[in-house]
Every structure is written in structure tokens, then in C-alpha cells.
């Protein structure tokens, strides 16, 4: 038991969905995974452990954005071993071939500041997926048939930003969309040697304008949920 999870010791897989919203982490255990517990709801934060085509798996709201991110993706890997995080969530599209329902997988996450930035000093590092999630994520997209894309995304710490300069400059760079998590999430992987990934539905879209009702940014992003468990036990 930590600080922000109630998880008694062995409560918690090594693998662990990371939903920002704890609703869709209840939608996401109830629809996808077999004998579901509930392992923690301290502050409303909700998290389930189950089992998926017989392996055990977490799935554990994280909040929004980096620093909530960060205090339980520290806790989950500090306190309780997990080894494979990955966020799945939902996502701002910023290119123009990019639609909605789409699905991105982040090979690479850009940002200005996150609870990591400050031990890097001078340095611009630069967060990554890890090679084996990614690859397994994409096989599985294409055999699902799911339109996919992969590159890189920026992870903003703000949600109603005022910068249609960077937004201009990003979509100039190539980043297929804008979320709020996976940029600190593979900082915190690569620093503790875990593996990291970040599987995104597009939920709206910057230049259209275009967006989901808010029911189907909770409940209707099953493609992401099963792209990323075959993912994390492709090897299994």
C-alpha cells in the first residue's frame, strides 16, 4: 500500500494499463478482462487486476497529465514491480490524414517540461517507446485491420494551450497528435529499465475541429485496449 494506491502487496501485475480516466479503467477491466478485482479506489482512482487469455493484468487510472502520471507510474514500478506500463488514452490529432477513431502508436514523445525535466538540466533528452511493445503494437494493428499510425506525438502540460505557434510547428515536424502522459511515462520506463508504451485514440482533431461525444472518449476505444494486450504479451 503507498500513498495513492490502496493495493495490498501481490494486488498488482507486472503489466499495467495506464488509462488517464478511472471510468474507462472500470469500462476497460469489465469488458476485456476475466475475474476482475478491484485493487484500488483511493481518491477515486480507480484500478482493477484480471486476467486477459490467462495472463494477469492491471488496469490503473493514472490521471490527467504528467505529474499525476508520475506519482503513480513511480509507485506502480517502486512499490509494486510492475514492468510493462502502457498508456492508453485518448488524443488530439494534429496532422490532416490523421481522422478520428484512428489509432496512434507513439514511437516518440515530445515536450516542453515534465516532472522529469529538471534532472536533465541542459539536455533536450529525448523520450522513446520501447522496441519490442512498439513492434508488437503495430503487428497487431495491421491484423486487426485498425487505420494506424505511427511517429511521434507531443505530450503538452496544459490541456486549453494559447500557442497556435507550436501547434503550427508541430504539425510542420511531423507529430501525428497531442496527448498529456506518455512523454514522462517512457522517461520514468527508461529510467527504471521497464517497458513503456503509449497506444492513443484520436478523440479530436486540432484543425478540423472535429471531436467524440464525451461517452465515447470513456467507452468506445476497444481497438487501443486490445492492440495494447497483444502487445505486451506477444513474446509471452
Request: hydrophobic share 45%.
Amino acid at each position: 500500500m503507498t500513498i495513492h494506491i490502496g493495493a495490498k502487496e501481490g494486488d498488482i501485475a507486472e503489466t499495467v494499463l495506464m488509462p488517464g480516466d478511472p471510468y474507462r479503467a472500470k469500462w476497460a477491466a469489465e469488458t476485456f478482462l476475466t475475474d476482475v478485482k478491484l485493487v484500488n479506489e483511493v481518491r477515486g482512482m480507480l484500478g482493477f487486476t484480471g486476467h486477459w487469455n490467462g495472463h494477469r493484468v492491471t488496469i490503473q487510472g493514472s490521471g490527467m497529465g504528467m505529474p499525476s502520471l508520475s506519482i503513480y507510474a513511480n509507485e506502480l514500478i517502486s512499490n509494486y514491480g510492475a514492468q510493462t506500463l502502457i498508456r492508453i488514452g485518448s488524443c488530439g490529432g494534429m496532422q490532416p490524414y490523421v481522422g478520428i477513431r484512428d489509432v496512434i502508436i507513439a514511437m516518440t514523445a515530445t515536450t516542453i517540461t515534465s516532472p522529469s525535466a529538471g534532472i536533465f538540466r541542459e539536455v533536450n533528452y529525448a523520450p522513446c517507446a520501447d522496441w519490442s511493445l512498439l513492434r508488437a503494437a503495430v503487428d497487431a494493428a495491421h491484423a486487426k485491420g485498425t487505420k494506424t499510425h505511427v511517429g511521434g506525438i507531443y505530450s503538452s502540460d496544459v490541456f486549453y494551450a494559447e500557442r497556435p505557434d507550436l501547434d503550427e510547428q508541430m504539425v510542420r515536424h511531423g507529430i501525428l497528435g497531442v496527448e498529456m502522459e506518455a512523454a514522462e511515462l517512457y522517461t520514468l520506463a527508461a529510467r527504471h529499465k521497464r517497458r513503456a508504451l503509449a497506444v492513443l485514440t484520436v478523440s479530436d482533431h486540432l484543425q478540423t475541429g472535429e471531436a467524440l461525444p464525451a461517452a465515447d472518449r470513456e467507452q468506445s476505444f476497444g481497438d487501443m485496449v486490445e492492440i495494447a494486450l497483444q502487445a505486451a504479451f506477444a513474446d509471452a
